[in-house]
């Protein structure tokens, strides 16, 4: 596997916005794959899957919450 395809867990705990241990901890619960050879790098393709489904949670929680906005006295508290 080439350094093209693969990133060091440095530059992808920079690239998510997350802590080194964060990014460990997603490859231990199978949520990123190693890259051959190096338990510190990982495959490209699955930093950028993740990614992808990261900013997807990201955005059903600004619409939860603008759902939630929309209603005021929908938590029981009016």
């Given at each position: 596997?080439?350094?093209?395809?693969?990133?060091?867990?440095?530059?992808?705990?920079?690239?998510?916005?997350?802590?080194?241990?964060?990014?460990?901890?997603?490859?231990?619960?199978?949520?990123?794959?190693?890259?051959e050879g190096n338990p510190f790098?990982?495959?490209?393709?699955?930093?950028?899957?993740?990614?992808?489904?990261?900013?997807g949670r990201k955005l059903q929680?600004?619409?939860?919450?603008?759902?939630?906005?929309?209603?005021?006295?929908?938590?029981?508290?009016?």
């Amino acid at each position: 596997m080439s350094e093209q395809d693969s990133m060091p867990l440095a530059e992808v705990a920079e690239y998510l916005g997350v802590s080194d241990y964060t990014v460990q901890s997603w490859a231990e619960d199978g949520g990123l794959e190693r890259a051959e050879g190096n338990p510190f790098w990982f495959t490209r393709e699955s930093v950028e899957a993740l990614k992808k489904d990261l900013m997807g949670r990201k955005l059903q929680s600004f619409d939860l919450l603008n759902k939630f906005s929309e209603h005021p006295g929908a938590d029981g508290q009016d």
